[in-house]
């Protein structure tokens, strides 16, 4: 865990504090969620998680060299204060506990008072290219934490595996009584899905009483499944010779 730390660009008052944590997953569910959070409530960067063993790489965005793994904060509706941690690529397995424990060690000395992590998955049996409701549940660490999602009405994860960063946070919150929510929404495996991260946001918004405009991302899940059959039309032909074209996303 020594290798991986945080520097903060300034220092902030972060006391009662929503933190997000935004790590790739099923889907690019949290990955998606957390970028259009930081757009959309127009978040400011105040710190970034090194090590040397992640990619050695910047990610330049109008201008700017940025750090594979940032930490933005503002606030929203009757200034609520929310963090967001967000990373440009999965951590290795190694990686994962020194992260998770960094995180949640810098969480309680903020004094934040809640930490969510948003995750895709996949569910068996259900057709993933069905355009109807997405579902989305979440499960909490704490008692306190699991009332609260009975008190807003959100489905609860009863059953299953949650790996990665997610899974290890749930655990040091359960260990240590840290409220923990982490929010699993359905999830395309094989592209991303923005109505998942959506679905996710929907959560989120709920949990922490505000609202957010998730319109956008509909619309970009539109665009995305469209593009996805025209290619898939296209490939019909060709899969017999190995020659199926590799769809876009964003281009």
Not at 81 to 95: A, Q, Y
Not at 107 to 120: A, N, Q, R, W
Not at 217 to 236: D, V
Request: aromatic share 6%.
């Amino acid at each position: 865990m020594d290798d991986v730390q945080i520097c903060n660009f300034e220092e902030v008052d972060l006391k009662d504090a929503t933190v997000i944590a935004g790590f790739p997953s099923i889907g690019l569910v949290s990955t998606i969620a957390a970028n259009y959070l930081i757009d959309a409530l127009n978040l400011k960067q105040i710190g970034c998680i090194t090590s040397s063993q992640f990619p050695a790489l910047s990610v330049v965005h109008t201008g700017e060299p940025l750090s594979p793994v940032r930490i933005y904060y503002g606030t929203h509706g009757a200034g609520r204060k929310i963090v967001i941690f967000v990373s440009e690529f999965k951590p290795k397995p190694n990686l994962i506990n020194a992260i998770s424990e960094t995180i949640m060690n810098w969480v309680k000395d903020k004094g934040c008072k809640l930490l969510i992590s948003p995750e895709g998955m996949v569910v068996e049996g259900k057709n993933t290219d069905d355009e109807g409701n997405v579902e989305a549940y979440a499960i909490g660490s704490t008692e306190n934490a699991r009332n609260t999602l009975l008190a807003k009405d959100i489905p609860q994860f009863k059953n299953g595996i949650i790996a990665g960063v997610s899974g290890v946070l749930l655990n040091i919150g359960k260990q240590s009584n840290f409220e923990v929510i982490s929010i699993l929404s359905e999830a395309h495996p094989n592209y991303p899905d923005a109505r998942a991260a959506a679905a996710a946001i929907n959560v989120i918004a709920l949990i922490m009483g505000v609202e957010i405009n998730v319109t956008p991302l509909y619309e970009e899940s539109e665009r995305i499944e469209k593009q996805l059959q025209k290619f898939h039309k296209q490939a019909k032909p060709l899969v017999s010779t190995g020659q199926a074209p590799q769809p876009s996303m964003y281009g």
